[in-house]
């Protein structure tokens, strides 16, 4: 069996030899093919092995990661980035639905990333989420991206396109403002967590709402209706939060 070729760009070479390690303990499927430490070095290390795996860490000697993808002319790969700072760029990756982990970082963590990323080799959808990335972390953008995964394909939507979404058997149900649905298979909690740093609210275990396209609270009924007229209900004890986040600007959201 041809085993896949993995290059390792890090600049900490503690860091470098424990990802050696790992790699070499978990995937006897994997033959790393080089290691190295700065953008330079990444580029032509990719031209001349053209890797199916990386592992980047983000902050290099010569740059970042994003200025080693940004340039490459070859990307038939996967990658798993790895950083120490909580960051913008960070929640980017989060949004991209591409995989990272935080140093310093857990065994079992970074294992997960990389058979995840293994999972990914055959998926056409790929660089869709490289373009949403690249969307997520170009400061000039006024809107994120975001990778909904379905069970066969992806959505990348703006942020702002989601109206509410909806907790289901086996993943969640996103609805936008075109009047369009999408199932995701991941949990909602899932994409919670990515957007509540936005402008989204969980007022109730099952719905996840865009505050944003609310246009109307009954307290009586103790429903909610967003703007495409759809109604959901709210839980009582969420309600204070669900206030006090209606009163935040919508400009104190990243």
Not at 122 to 128: E, G, T
Request: proline share 3%; net charge negative.
């Amino acid at each position: 069996m041809k085993k896949l070729k993995l290059l390792i760009v890090e600049d900490d070479l503690y860091n470098q030899a424990a990802v050696v390690q790992i790699v070499e303990n978990h995937f006897q499927e994997i033959r790393i093919v080089d290691k190295v430490i700065s953008v330079a070095d990444g580029l032509k290390a990719i031209e001349k092995h053209q890797p199916d795996l990386l592992i980047l860490d983000i902050h290099l000697v010569d740059g970042t990661s994003f200025d080693i993808i940004r340039q490459c002319e070859y990307k038939d790969f996967k990658i798993v980035f790895m950083s120490a700072y909580q960051e913008y760029a960070l929640e980017a990756l989060q949004y991209s639905a591409v995989e990272f982990v935080f140093k310093p970082f857990d065994v079992n963590e970074l294992v997960v990333a990389i058979d995840k990323a293994i999972d990914e080799i055959q998926d056409d959808n790929y660089p869709l989420k490289l373009n949403a990335l690249f969307n997520n972390i170009d400061y000039q953008s006024k809107s994120k991206k975001v990778v909904i995964q379905g069970r066969n394909k992806i959505k990348v939507c703006d942020v702002n396109e989601i109206i509410w979404a909806k907790a289901i058997v086996g993943g969640a149900n996103f609805y936008f403002e075109d009047g369009s649905y999408f199932f995701a298979c991941k949990p909602l909690r899932r994409y919670e967590a990515i957007l509540s740093s936005h402008t989204f609210f969980r007022c109730h275990p099952h719905y996840l709402i865009n505050l944003l396209r609310i246009k109307e609270i009954n307290l009586e009924l103790k429903r909610i209706r967003l703007s495409n007229d759809d109604e959901v209900v709210y839980e009582d004890r969420r309600y204070p939060q669900l206030i006090n986040a209606l009163k935040q600007p919508a400009e104190s959201y990243n």
